[in-house]
C-alpha cells in the first residue's frame, strides 16, 4: 500500500464539522483513496472512497487534492457516536487493505 | 441478520490448546478475508480467499494458523499450540468484488484469550 500519514489524535464539538486529514504523498495515478472507521468493540466500517474527484455519500465527504497527495474526509455534524478511529488506506492495486494506526476522532459534548 | 457473523464473539483458552474461530459471510460475498487486531492497533491481514482457494496467505504468522473455506462460504481459522501472542481480535470481512481493495463488511470479531 501507500504510505499514509494521519494524525493521532483529534478532538472535534458536537455539531461541528470534523476535518480528518491524510497525507498520501507517494501514490500513484491509479490509487484509490478509502476511509474507514472503527466503532470501540467493532468491526471496521467502510466510509467512502475515491480517486481524483470529490465524492460524497450519506455518511461523509472525501476532497482530494489536485495532486492527489493528501485527502481530508470531513463529517459535516459530527455526533457523540462519531467518535472513532479512522483509517485513511491506499491499497495497492488488488492487494488486501492494510489498516495503519489511523485517526482517534473524539466528538466531545 | 445479512451482516458478517462471527463466533464465539469470546474464546478464553489455555496455552497449548487448538481453537477453532467461525466466519459466515454475507450471502453472495466471493471474497473473505481475515485479519486480527491486538490491543492499540489497526487491524493487521492474516489470509484472503477468493471463492475456495486462499489466494494470499502471506500474513499468516507462523505454520500454527491455518484457514480453510472449503465450499466457498463459511471458513474456519485453526490456530494450533495457542500461545499468549496470539491474544486478539480476530476479525473476518467479506466482499462481492473480488480482489483485495474494494468495500469490505466486517464482522464484530472474535476475542481470543489465551492464557
Known amino acids: 500500500d501507500a504510505k499514509t500519514t494521519q494524525p493521532p489524535s483529534m478532538d472535534c464539538a458536537e455539531g461541528r464539522a470534523a476535518n480528518l486529514p491524510c497525507n498520501h504523498s507517494t501514490i500513484s495515478g491509479n490509487e484509490y483513496v478509502y476511509w474507514y472507521r472503527q466503532i470501540h468493540s467493532q468491526g471496521p466500517q467502510y466510509i467512502i472512497h475515491g480517486l481524483k474527484n470529490n465524492e460524497t455519500n450519506e455518511m461523509a465527504s472525501l476532497i482530494i487534492t489536485e495532486d492527489r497527495k493528501s485527502s481530508t474526509l470531513i463529517l459535516p455534524h459530527a455526533t457523540l457516536r462519531d467518535t472513532a478511529v479512522y483509517y485513511c488506506?491506499?491499497?495497492?492495486?488488488?492487494?488486501?487493505?492494510?489498516f495503519g494506526k489511523g485517526t482517534r476522532l473524539s466528538v466531545i459534548a | 441478520g445479512a451482516g458478517v457473523s462471527q463466533t464465539p464473539s469470546n474464546k478464553v483458552t489455555e496455552k497449548g490448546k487448538y481453537v477453532e474461530l467461525r466466519c459466515d459471510p454475507i450471502s453472495g460475498h466471493t471474497a473473505l478475508y481475515w485479519y486480527r487486531q491486538s490491543l492499540g492497533q489497526g487491524p493487521e491481514f492474516l489470509i484472503y480467499?477468493?471463492?475456495?482457494?486462499?489466494?494470499?496467505d502471506s500474513g499468516l504468522p507462523n505454520d500454527r494458523f491455518f484457514a480453510v473455506r472449503p465450499e466457498g462460504s463459511v471458513s474456519t481459522l485453526k490456530i494450533q499450540r495457542t500461545e499468549r501472542g496470539d491474544s486478539a481480535v480476530y476479525l473476518c470481512a467479506s466482499s462481492f468484488p473480488s480482489g483485495g481493495a474494494g468495500e469490505l463488511f466486517f464482522g464484530e470479531g472474535s476475542r481470543l484469550t489465551v492464557l
Open positions: 488506506i491506499v491499497p495497492l492495486g488488488n492487494t488486501p487493505l492494510v
Open positions: 480467499f477468493q471463492g475456495t482457494g486462499a489466494a494470499d
